[in-house]
T-cell receptor
Framework: DTGVSQDPRHKITKRGQNVTFRCDPI?????LYWYRQTLGQGPEFLTY????????KSRLLSDRFSAERPKGSFSTLEIQRTEQGDSAMYLC????????FGEGSRLTVL | RKEVEQDPGPFNVPEGATVAFNCTYS??????FFWYRQDCRKEPKLLMS???SGNEDGRFTAQLNRASQYISLLIRDSKLSDSATYLC?????????FGTGTSLTVIP
């Protein structure tokens, strides 16, 4: 499969726990985006990388959120001390003239 | 003000109908424009890009009016399989801004 892959697809956690999502973009796609989507809303931008450099972060990305892309390939998005309001679909997309999305990681915080 | 405004619908139309979705954007410097389709609990997928000259792909026609900062999508001869959420997407710099999506249900 040469598409964008995300792991895990579903995560249920208790409030206060830390969670980490992984995204493997399409090979050779230099730009990688993270979005969050809640029911009835469009995807909201969180952050993006050009190779390993994190070039922009949304104000939505509080200090509990951190993203990395250490070698310019896969990326991780970590949420510390999760809150119920963090429950959402976390989408990763890689770009080369078109945004290609992964299937998303659905987070439920109890 | 939101970067992209889109009527969330829902639109419920009979098979064979023609339906139009509209979207406005706030930044006149936006460079490129797209319509994405999102099925229930799935990821968004590119439906078509939108050009100033207008473009057509089968039953789908997209239009861009830069002066009015307005984008449209027309679906002719609606099929049951067209039922989905249609997202208007605007590219400004290195950012992609999404509308809330318009929900379409095509009824037999």
């Amino acid at each position: 499969d040469t598409g964008v892959s995300q792991d895990p697809r579903h995560k249920i956690t208790k409030r206060g726990q830390n969670v980490t999502f992984r995204c493997d973009p399409i090979s050779e796609h230099n730009r990688l985006y993270w979005y969050r989507q809640t029911l009835g809303q469009g995807p909201e931008f969180l952050t993006y990388f050009q190779n390993e450099a994190q070039l922009e972060k949304s104000r939505l990305l509080s200090d509990r959120f951190s993203a990395e892309r250490p070698k310019g390939s896969f990326s991780t998005l970590e949420i510390q001390r999760t809150e119920q309001g963090d429950s959402a679909m976390y989408l990763c997309a890689s770009w080369t003239g078109e945004l290609f999305f992964g299937e998303g990681s659905r987070l439920t915080v109890l | 003000r939101k970067e992209v405004e889109q009527d969330p619908g829902p639109f419920n139309v009979p098979e064979g109908a023609t339906v139009a979705f509209n979207c406005t954007y706030s930044n006149s410097a936006s460079q490129s424009f797209f319509w994405y389709r999102q099925d229930c609990r799935k990821e968004p997928k590119l439906l078509m890009s939108v050009y100033s000259s207008g473009n057509e792909d089968g039953r789908f026609t997209a239009q861009l009016n830069r002066a009015s900062q307005y984008i449209s999508l027309l679906i002719r001869d609606s099929k049951l399989s067209d039922s989905a959420t249609y997202l208007c997407v605007v590219n400004t710099g290195n950012q992609f801004y999404f509308g809330t999506g318009t929900s379409l249900t095509v009824i037999p």
